[in-house]
Structures are given as structure tokens and as C-alpha cells.
């Protein structure tokens, strides 16, 4: 079992900047990709972001693209999502996961590919 916790929400006006931060409980976090994905209320589950294994690749949701950054340091089984010039849209509870099984197409966003799911962390943009 995977447990992942993530930190770093919080409340922050339009045009500002979080970092949020997911830890991984186990060391197999360094040999699966990993995922940020974000829901609003009476929305479904968007993709935000995702990291390879060894950080060499990355994807983006076409909402956040050249806004956001995603990294990963595996030594400390932690990945990370910078945002930056945020929007009032971004509002959201922002959720980090594991493809731990590997599953093919977790590049493309889909939720169904990743299998270990963190609680969440709110992020509030003020316009």
C-alpha cells in the first residue's frame, strides 16, 4: 500500500504563486510516474500535470500549460507542482498520484491509469 500526503495548499491572490509538495511513503515511488490532477466543486477530476519516473518527461493539462512546472526528487520520494500566475479558475482541491503499476497512458491524463491517490490539498485563488 502507497500512501501519499500532499502539503503546500492555501489561499493566494490572482497572479501569485503555490508550490505544492506530495511525499510517497514508499521507496517504489522512484520507479513509477506521478500525477497532479485538480477537482472544483460540481466539476469532474481534471489532469494537471505529469512526471516519468526518472523526471526526464513531463505532460500538462492545456490549462495550466507554461503556467505550471512539475518535478520530482526521488531520494526524497517526493514530487513536486510549482504554480505559477495563477487564476481564479485554478481553484480547486489539487490531488498528486502514483501509476505504480505502470500503466500505459498515464502521459495522456487519465485518471484510471494511476492507482494510489493522496486526500488532497485546497488551493484557493482570490480575484
Known amino acids: 500500500q502507497v500512501q501519499l500526503v500532499e502539503s503546500g495548499g492555501g489561499l493566494v491572490q490572482a497572479g501569485g504563486s503555490l508550490s505544492l509538495s506530495c511525499a510517497a511513503s514508499?521507496?517504489?515511488?522512484?520507479?513509477?510516474?506521478m500525477g497532479w490532477f485538480r477537482q472544483a466543486p460540481g466539476k469532474e477530476r481534471e489532469f494537471v500535470a505529469a512526471i516519468s519516473a526518472s523526471g526526464a518527461n513531463t505532460y500538462f493539462g492545456d490549462s495550466v500549460k507554461g503556467r505550471f512546472t512539475i518535478s520530482r526528487d526521488n531520494a526524497k520520494n517526493t514530487v513536486y507542482l510549482q504554480m505559477n500566475s495563477l487564476k481564479p479558475d485554478d481553484t480547486a482541491v489539487y490531488y498528486c498520484a502514483v501509476n505504480q503499476k505502470n500503466l500505459a497512458g498515464w502521459g495522456l491524463g487519465l485518471p484510471s491509469r494511476f492507482d494510489y491517490w493522496g486526500q488532497g490539498t485546497q488551493v484557493t485563488v482570490s480575484s
Open positions: 514508499r521507496r517504489t515511488f522512484s520507479n513509477s510516474p
